[in-house]
């Protein structure tokens, strides 16, 4: 049976409200201060939320699930539900996202009957102090993506390299030429975002697709 689809008005002049989410946890991150500039230089219409609280949810554990979701992760799916689309910025640890990241999708991606990462849009952005600026990571991140049915903005990508040079004392962003970049960078995003919510699977139909199957396990 084909998917339900609902079809979604045009936003006019509605703001669109984008969850910002660092995938460091230290206060002074190149990652957080990408998302403070994010903030800064949204087009006009678009809202960045950061969520704090990585650093305080626990690992998954379908032990700890079963008996109920931690307040953090309840916190985490709701932001995540509330919003129109992500904006994740990830440093790139061992070619790869931080675990912290990596945990944080593991419980939005549960139970899957759809989860709140379902069709919710997703940027990714990220700097580093090393020459790659987060190429690796970001791949990791788009292959997660991918198994949670998040569509994630292809063109522009956003790899911000030698951050300890392009941001300030201050933690402001002031190398010109990056601030450019991602000023281009999320006015893209806020037209996919448009685009991407035109025509969009209901979750209605979604949740009759998957009402019969178990949430499988993650161990």
């Given at each position: 049976m084909p998917p339900v689809v609902e079809i979604r008005?045009?936003?006019?002049?509605?703001?669109?409200?984008?969850?910002g989410i660092s995938g460091s946890l230290r206060k002074d991150s190149f990652n957080r201060k990408l998302l403070q500039a994010a903030i800064e230089l949204a087009p006009e219409?678009?809202?960045?939320?950061?969520?704090?609280?990585?650093?305080?949810i626990p690992f998954y554990n379908e032990d700890v699930?079963?008996?109920g979701d931690p307040e953090s992760v309840i916190a985490l799916k709701?932001?995540?539900?509330?919003?129109?689309?992500?904006?994740?910025?990830?440093?790139?640890?061992?070619?790869?996202?931080?675990?912290?990241?990596?945990?944080?999708?593991?419980?939005?991606?549960?139970?899957?009957?759809?989860?709140?990462?379902n069709d919710k849009a997703c940027g990714i952005i990220g700097a580093s102090q090393g020459t790659g600026g987060t190429i690796r990571s970001q791949l990791a991140l788009r292959q997660m993506l991918?198994?949670?049915?998040?569509?994630?903005?292809?063109?522009?990508?956003t790899f911000i390299a030698k951050a300890q040079d392009k941001f300030g004392t201050?933690?402001?962003?002031?190398?010109?030429?990056?601030?450019?970049?991602?000023?281009?960078?999320?006015?893209?995003?806020?037209e996919w975002i448009v685009r991407s919510a035109e025509v969009q699977p209901s979750k209605a139909g979604q949740k009759k697709a998957l009402e019969t199957r178990s949430p499988p396990s993650l161990s």
């Open positions: 008005p045009s936003r006019g002049n509605m703001k669109m409200k984008i969850l219409g678009m809202e960045i939320e950061i969520f704090d609280r990585l650093g305080e699930e079963e008996r709701k932001s995540i539900e509330s919003a129109d689309a992500l904006l994740i910025a990830t440093p790139e640890y061992n070619y790869s996202v931080p675990g912290a990241l990596k945990n944080a999708i593991d419980w939005a991606s549960r139970p899957p009957a759809p989860t709140v990462l991918g198994s949670t049915n998040s569509p994630v903005l292809l063109k522009p990508e201050d933690g402001k962003l002031t190398d010109e030429s990056t601030r450019k970049h991602l000023a281009s960078f999320l006015k893209k995003f806020s």
